[in-house]
């Protein structure tokens, strides 16, 4: 009887071995497995005008098509990767074949144009945030209409005229409503002379603020992405969405106490020209268009484009993007007057 029992509990051991064998078997098989498996390195994309994405395929080697070759086209590819551009507005997808398997990867291009790069386009404004101006003028003119794009902004115009010196001072209050391109034509005479001033501005979403959403990546990728859909919804060129981005950065915070990453600047809204610099990058990889940082003082200096010389490190110009055949240094800094680069042709 005891002799049954030993046998009993060998023959079970043996199995229980067998099993945990064959288990761990499966588990290594299904690792290797996972480990091997092909993947894009993307599975959507976006592409502003002028820029370019680039997919590649992590493990192994495929062959590559696209649908909608009147909206991006190939510019480069190999078995390992793929690098297109667009050609106008709309969507494609791009298919990977490898292994046995189909991967895709989806792109949209977000404009047809890339714009006046390198021209500052005007003053930016935060939605929601009121800008104030007040001046005056002389006797001899006078602010006699203006004229605006109503769904875009409520402008108010306060009068104080002082009947001694003759001088009216005016208050100009400008609230923007949504996101886009704005233009403010004041009328006045000068004189009997009618005169008109255009004045531009860039209506542009804010620094949100942290007592609402989480600091994830996921939120801050979804705030990026939202800011970009708004501006171009409103058919803002990618030079003005660039311009525009430039701008709103500058509307946080300067701190040398603040965040060092994009991230960290969006949800503190407070940062040096090194989180300014790279949410910048953040956005021009979420557009597609090509973008380096870099702080290095010994780099030698570019001239503006009055012919000054501009020193990186000194002037905070450490962004440099490629748009049009051109290289420009911007300077994505909180609380910076926004000044778009430097032209090294």
């Known amino acids: 009887m005891n002799n049954n029992r030993k046998l009993a509990r ?10 945990f064998s064959a288990l761990g078997l499966v588990l290594q098989t299904s690792i290797a497995e996972a480990k091997g498996t092909p993947t894009l390195s993307s599975k959507s994309v976006t592409i502003a005008f002028g820029g370019k994405q680039t997919i590649k395929l992590r493990k192994g080697k495929g062959k590559w098509s696209i649908e909608g070759d009147d909206i991006i086209r190939i510019t480069k590819q190999t078995k390992t990767q793929i690098t297109v551009t ?51 003028i002389p006797k001899d003119v006078s602010l006699e209409s203006t004229e605006y794009d109503k769904t875009m902004a409520k402008v108010t115009v306060r009068k104080d005229p ?33 005169q008109t001033i255009k004045v531009p501005y860039a209506f542009i979403n804010g620094f949100r603020g942290k007592e609402k959403i989480s600091r994830t990546s996921a939120n801050y990728r979804k705030w990026r992405k939202k800011t970009i859909s708004t501006m171009v919804s409103a058919d803002m060129s ?8 430039g701008k709103l950065i500058s509307t946080g915070k300067y701190s040398s106490n603040g965040g060092v990453t994009g991230i960290q600047l969006w949800y503190g809204g407070n940062g040096t020209c090194i989180s300014g610099a790279k949410m910048m990058k953040d956005f021009m990889d979420d557009l597609g268009v090509p973008c380096t940082v870099h702080f290095a003082g010994k780099d030698s200096p570019a001239k503006d484009i009055y ?24 300077n994505p800094q909180p609380e910076a007057t926004w000044p778009i680069g430097t032209v090294k042709r």
């Open 10 to 19: 060998l023959i079970s051991s043996v199995l229980l071995v067998l099993v």
């Open 86 to 136: 667009p050609v106008k507005k709309g969507t494609a997808s791009i298919t990977c074949r490898t292994g046995g398997k189909t991967l895709q990867c989806k792109v949209k291009v977000l404009n047809n144009k890339i714009g006046n790069a390198g021209e500052d386009l005007g003053y930016a404004l935060v939605i929601g945030k009121p800008l104030s101006v007040e001046y005056t």
């Open 162 to 194: 002082d009947k001694k010196t003759g001088i009216t001072s005016i208050k100009l209050t400008i609230k923007p409503l949504k996101p886009g391109r704005f233009t403010l034509t004041l009328n006045y005479l000068d004189g009997s002379e009618p």
């Open 238 to 245: 990618t030079w003005e969405i660039i311009d525009a981005i």
């Open 307 to 330: 012919g000054y010389k501009i020193y990186y490190a000194v002037q905070h110009k450490n962004v440099r993007v490629r748009l049009g055949g051109k290289r420009y240094e911007l």
